[in-house]
């Protein structure tokens, strides 16, 4: 048989029709962002689809008359009664007993807690209240409606802040988040839902989400590529408090490395110069100027080993270190003007 005619048998015609409408909803389902087992329903109907042509399109049965009709009617019913039961009782079912547990969990006791405790109890503390239906957090969510926890680095942010954005949602919006419907979005009542103690618990597990390879970035996921926190004069206003000594205690960079950037310290690195070389460990020999984010934290969080230049994430927030670095690559941009 040739290619053509075999296109046009009608069994076959079919078939192909069905992979084509198959990989149209799959796609569009995936697109759309569906979860798989949607997905996989959407295309139990468009195969339903096909057996519902395939069937109009057998040959007709000779007509039924008396009990053989009754017992043939019986036998097609409890045939697709049976179908249709074994088939939803493999897919997953709600379950009141989990739902019910859910809502008689007791309350977190944090003063029991400490560490990754108080971090798994925070976890709970998240999904209980279903935080992942709108904020994107350690593979949970799906949701692109408030702020992506994974992508702004939530955890930079310090236990007060957070817990303001979550009991006074509406006293400030996240950057990206301020036309009306987003702004009203997340609801007002976490603050009486959520005790002391699983407050605490919660704040400690988002405080776990930031990273050192990338610069934070804020902004709204689906709204365009998002701003690194070096690129805002928010920012590096802010990085220039941390770096001159204003915002943490203790902290100081410009006692050693210069206000300006011109070292004040004998044998402290000169911020300005592109082509200084890393001194830490495995890094040898690489020129500033082609420092990654990674590179410039590290530098900065672990500081040259008996040198004055500490470790400073050590002593001081994730948050402190990345301000800091903000001010402290600003000279090396600044130069040959
Ligand atoms: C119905 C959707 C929705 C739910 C549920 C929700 N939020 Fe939000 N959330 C938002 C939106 C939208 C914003 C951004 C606007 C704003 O700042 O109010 C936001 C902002 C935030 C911010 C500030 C983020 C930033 O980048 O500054 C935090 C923190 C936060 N939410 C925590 C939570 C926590 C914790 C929960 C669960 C207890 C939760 N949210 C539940 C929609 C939601
Ligand atoms: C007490 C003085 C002192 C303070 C405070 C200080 N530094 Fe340093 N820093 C040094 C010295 C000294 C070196 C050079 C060490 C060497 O080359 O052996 C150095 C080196 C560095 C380097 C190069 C690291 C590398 O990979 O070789 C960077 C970047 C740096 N400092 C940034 C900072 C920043 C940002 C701060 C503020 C958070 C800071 N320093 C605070 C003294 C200081």
Redesign the pocket.
């Known amino acids: 048989m040739q290619l053509g005619s075999l296109v046009k048998n009608r069994w076959i015609k079919k078939f192909i029709w069905y992979i084509i409408g198959a990989v149209i909803v799959t796609a569009v389902t995936k697109k759309a962002g569906f979860p798989p087992l949607f997905i996989v329903i959407f295309n139990v109907y468009v195969f339903a689809c096909l057996l519902f042509y395939v069937i109009i399109d057998l040959p007709s049965m000779k007509e039924l008359t008396g009990l053989r009709a009754f017992v043939y009617l019986i036998v097609t019913f409890a045939l697709f009664s049976g179908i249709y039961i074994g088939i939803s009782s493999f897919l997953p079912q709600f379950n009141p007993e989990f739902e019910i547990a859910e809502i008689r969990r007791p309350p977190v006791k944090l003063s029991a807690l400490s560490g990754p405790e108080a971090i798994k109890a925070g976890e709970d503390v998240f999904k209980k209240n279903k935080c992942a239906n709108c904020h994107k957090f350690k593979g949970m969510g799906t949701s692109m409606r408030g702020p992506n926890f994974d992508l702004v680095q939530i955890g930079l942010k310090d236990d007060k802040t957070l817990k303001t954005d979550i009991v006074d949602p509406r006293k400030e919006a996240a950057k990206g988040f301020d036309d009306q419907k987003s702004k009203t979005a997340m609801p007002t009542y976490f603050g009486e839902e959520i005790s002391e103690d699983e407050m605490g618990a919660l704040t400690a597990y988002l405080k776990t989400g930031w990273s050192k390879d990338h610069m934070p970035v804020r902004g709204k996921e689906d709204a365009g590529p998002m701003v690194r926190w070096d690129e805002e004069p928010e920012f590096i206003a802010l990085g220039k408090d941390?770096?001159e000594g204003n915002l943490y205690p203790g902290?100081?960079?410009?006692?050693?490395?210069g206000k300006d950037g011109v070292?004040i310290?004998?044998?402290?690195?000169d911020?300005r110069d592109p082509n200084?070389?890393?001194?830490?460990p495995g890094?040898d020999k690489?020129k500033?100027k082609d420092?990654s984010d990674a590179?410039?934290f590290?530098?900065?969080a672990n500081?040259?080993p008996?040198?004055?230049?500490?470790g400073?994430l050590q002593q001081?927030p994730p948050r402190?270190?990345w301000l800091?670095?903000i001010?402290?690559k600003q000279f090396s941009k600044a130069k040959g003007k």
């Open positions: 941390v770096y902290l100081n960079c410009s006692v050693c490395h070292p310290m004998q044998g402290a690195r911020l200084s070389q890393s001194k830490r890094r690489q500033l420092w590179d410039w590290d530098s900065v500081g040259i008996e040198t004055p230049m500490m400073w001081y402190a270190i800091a670095i001010y402290g």
